[in-house]
């Protein structure tokens, strides 16, 4: 009964670690680094062959033993997933908002311009459905969304925002 519990902790822990950094490898091949993302795989694949080999090689007395071979498994492989998307989170990148204003005002510029974030301002034109607008596009670190978010909501409550992750970043000005 021991082997059996000790087992299934291992794998259980071990595809955490595994989904972990699959997840985690992933956002490293969106962000080009492939060289970091390799040596992740590497250990990955080790990792789950070892565990796999050693989950498929155990003899269970029973149904009963299987099924719990197969929960730690798969509980391993959804925490794993979970975990993975959490430490993912915390990588810093950079990220592309875009901002339709709901109409056409300088202040809002101003005070966004104010608070350190550079904009690209693209007038647009009044048409049956509404009148003057801008679009303004803003490169900002991913720690700094929401605050981003927030000032925005607060300039201008019914602005439409699309953010997209940003691969790679060439000049300009990012706020620090």
Known sequence: MLSILLLCLKIFIFRIIDVSMATFRTVIVVKGKSLLAALIALIEG????????EALSFEAANMIESLCIAVAYAGGFAAGTYIGTLVSKRIEGMVQVQIITSSKDDSVIQKIQDEGYALTVI????????GEKYMLFAEIKSSKLNSFKELIQELDSKAFLMVNETKHVYNGFIKK
């Open 46 to 53: 080790m990792i789950w062959f070892l565990i796999v080999r």
């Open 123 to 130: 007038k647009s034109e009044a048409t049956k459905f509404s």
